[in-house]
């Protein structure tokens, strides 16, 4: 096999990147307990620590870091793009709609659909005030 | 031989650089990258459109959920240690070696088992004895999807890893290559549903 030499070569970055992995699980665990102040600080931080990760992941274990072949780059960098816009389209459609309106779906279709599907209904004075809501 | 019969299994193929299986797998994960994608973004889109408050608000997550954090990393732990088992596996079958690549290709199966194990044990059956279930709320529904779909993978690896270590080991007499070349598709898979949970980790048990 030719390029045994060359996956000899690779073995420290293994062993690197799966201190690094470990480590930066126990930093993700960490940095949860601290509160940046806005809840959203905290959420950006954890999946920059998460991207970081699997970088490493995909870089050192995935060989991407070694990865010539354009077929390849191509294909990762369209579905890249793809799931920027998969991601992309909830953040917009959710930041673009007018302040307390986004939800307006949501507001209605568990309390009308999913108690009435349950059955469930609110312990205490459930039945005086949600009847009062419905009769809008 | 078998290389016949299917063309570019060792040798790169002309147009794309890379042996067949290679790219044929790269092609799967970009679609299995959607299909995570999908259900990521359902989160986003069912979590930030929630009322603050009233009884579509979005429910407790996380800890205040009942999800325990220690579980989570332990299992998070242990997939990265797989990940490197299964990268070791690879490695011993470059290096010609196919008892060391199967031994580390066992270690790798015992490790997944451990992670479904405590999966099942520690939180679904934990889950379903406290009368939470998927219907309980949507973060419960998003979660009990997404590490559902997730554990499902963990499966089929796990089924993948089997016949390679049993009947599939064979074609190493043939083929040594062409069988180091599967460990390498095999493991492009395994990393990928380890980079899923680097991610559902933070996102459903920290924040």
Partial sequence: ?136 | MSSEVLPYTVEPHPVTGVYSGKLGTWLFLASEVMLFGSLFSALVLLRFSAPETGPAAWPATGEAAGLSWKIGALNTFILICSSVTMVMAWYNGKLGSLSKARMWLIVTILLACSFIAIKLKFEYFAKFSHGLYPSTSNFYGLYFTMTGLHALHIVGGVIVMLYLVGPGASLWKKDPEYYTNRLECTGLYWHFVDLVWIFLFPILYLL
Avoid: Q
């Fill in chain 1, 1 to 136: 096999m030719g390029d045994a030499a060359e996956a000899r070569k690779h073995f420290k970055s293994y062993m690197v990147v799966f201190g690094a992995l470990a480590l930066l699980t126990a930093v993700t665990v960490a940095v949860s307990r601290v509160h940046f102040g806005h809840h959203s600080i905290n959420v950006g931080v954890a999946l920059l620590i998460a991207a970081f990760k699997a970088s490493l992941v995909a870089a050192i274990f995935m060989h991407l870091k070694w990865e010539s072949s354009k077929s390849i780059w191509w294909s990762l960098g369209i579905c890249g793009v793809f799931f920027v816009v998969l991601l992309g389209l909830p953040t917009w459609s959710v930041s673009d709609a007018p302040p307390n309106t986004a939800h307006a779906a949501w507001d209605v279709l568990p309390r009308e659909m999913v108690m009435e599907a349950k059955g469930h209904h609110e312990e205490g004075g459930g039945h005086g005030g949600s009847h009062g809501d419905e009769g809008h």
